[in-house]
């Protein structure tokens, strides 16, 4: 191609503050020809599926990764042979083969670090760790200096003076290896040594696939780490995951990968339940009419082709509670110790997906009528049965539904979404004996859990919150006298 150079697409931030994201498919191969918008591949984020589109025309030459594995935000993921002079300047240094622009690097590290956008990188590891080398005494900075040099290409030579310059201690901080946090996390994670590790990233850098070689070297005595050809990491890196429980036997024992979704679940799981103090309370309520309505509402013209089920009642029933008491709709600002009332409600519903729970929501629910409501409720779960929930439909939740009765489950003690006061779990749906008007009738009986952030919500208000959805969803017509 004449006239022609190569650009390097990054891996850009698709959410907010993202940091990695999983390689699921490409839809390119090299030599294939490419357009402006084009989609080249699906990622997967710790927050959903992301289908990626290539931002220029040309042609692929190099996919730098393969399916399944997991990039740091900033990496080139593919190199693109385009017409027309050089590339821009923020791809001019692509973040994996960039030893040659390291002298420019540091005075950028504070802005680098930043979430990026596409065609942006961020600093390399090395360059990071250049406040590290400082040493008190001549001889540890004559080591330090020789070890930079060596790791910069100037050969092994510059090293050997520092040897006799103290005994061993000054040279050990700068022989740390290179890698970065993550790297780090997970070496300590799966109990690797970054020392014994055999480094195949730039200037020496430890990478993921390298600490996984390690592992699987580890756990087949015959094969050793060094005799592993240079370029087998990154080739083998969905390989090497499975062969980490290589010595338990097969057939008792299935080892799963935590990443994307499922690991970000877990993380906020836990922040949350180390950081609110929960309280739950229950309630049984006959709704015996609210599904009389929901029958009903099947039939009326204006919501025809609308998903109508006792979620659409519950969740109108909670946002009548919310307008009632509106401080449960809040959350709570650990720096500035203020609480946050919102005048709005974005309404979660928690969902199950193959990848995991999450839990889109819908903006501006309070302002929505029934058969709007209805809508997004069914765009909503289409969305995420596809695996196609954007990161924008999970960000700024206020208050969240999950039901644990389509699993046949009487109720449960919800954990809190991360941010939000409160979250209501809607029971199974049974036919029971209950008292009604005197008599033992058959009646569709649920129970309710609410689960609120004591900081801000305190008893009195959650039993009101509580007690108002159980009065609408036993008798509906409050949506009405309510409203």
């Known amino acids: 191609m004449t006239n022609a150079s190569v650009r390097e697409f990054k891996m850009p931030d698709v959410g907010e503050g993202l ?114 080398k400082q040493a008190q005494d001549p001889a540890a900075q ?26 061993a201690a000054p040279p050990a901080p700068a022989q740390r290896p290179l890698a970065k946090p993550p790297v780090r996390k997970l070496a300590k994670d799966l109990g690797v040594d970054l020392a ?23 756990q087949a005595p015959q094969q050793t780490a060094p005799e592993a050809p240079p370029a087998a990491p990154a080739a083998s890196a969905p390989a090497a ?78 946002l009548v509670a919310i307008r009632r008491n509106p401080d449960i709709n809040a959350s709570w600002d650990e720096a500035a110790q203020e609480i946050v009332v919102k005048h709005y409600v974005n309404l979660g519903i928690a969902a199950a997906t193959p990848r995991g729970l999450i839990v889109p929501n819908i903006k501006d629910a309070h302002a929505r009528t029934l058969p709007e409501l209805a809508a997004s409720l069914g765009e909503l779960v289409s969305t995420a049965r596809e695996g196609k929930t954007s990161p924008s439909a999970m960000q700024g939740g206020t208050v969240t539904i999950t039901n644990v009765g389509v699993f046949g489950v009487d109720t449960g003690t919800p954990l809190l979404n991360p941010g939000e006061s409160a979250i209501l779990a809607v029971g199974a749906i049974k036919l029971q004996p209950w008292v009604h008007k005197g008599k033992v009738k058959p009646r569709q009986v649920t129970t309710l859990a609410l689960s609120f952030d004591h900081r801000l919500v305190d008893g009195e208000l959650g039993s009101k919150v509580l007690a108002d959805v159980a009065a609408v969803l036993e008798q509906p017509k409050r949506l009405i006298t309510w409203a």
């Open 196 to 218: 014994t590790v055999t480094p195949t990233g730039p200037d020496g850098v430890v990478t993921r696939e390298d600490v996984h070689a390690a592992v699987a070297a580890a």
């Open 142 to 167: 004559q080591a330090a200096s020789a070890v930079q040099s060596e790791l910069n290409g100037h050969g092994a030579a510059p090293a050997a003076p520092a040897v006799p310059a103290a005994p």
């Open 19 to 132: 940091t990695e994201a999983e390689i699921l498919k490409w839809y390119v191969q090299p030599g294939d020809t490419v357009t402006d918008g084009q989609v080249v591949c699906e990622v997967e984020t710790a927050k959903a599926a992301v289908e990626l589109p290539i931002p220029y025309d040309g042609v692929v030459r190099a996919l730098h990764f393969p399916e399944g594995t997991t990039v740091d935000v900033g990496t080139s993921i593919i190199a693109v042979e385009v017409a027309g002079g050089a590339a821009p300047a923020q791809e001019e240094a692509p973040t994996a083969p960039a030893p040659a622009a390291k002298p420019e690097q540091p005075a950028e590290q504070p802005a680098a670090r930043q979430p990026v956008l596409v065609g942006y990188g961020v600093a390399t590891s090395s360059t990071r760790r250049r406040p590290r």
């Open 241 to 318: 995951q499975p062969a980490a429980p290589a010595s338990y036997d097969s057939a008792r024992e299935t080892r799963i990968p935590v990443k994307g979704v499922r690991k970000a679940t877990a993380a906020a799981m836990v922040g949350s339940a180390f950081t609110a103090p929960h309280v739950t309370e229950f309630v049984t309520v006959d709704v015996t009419r609210t599904m009389k309505l929901v029958e009903e509402l099947k039939q009326d013209k204006e919501f025809a082709g609308l998903r109508v089920n006792p979620l659409l009642l519950i969740a109108k029933a909670l």
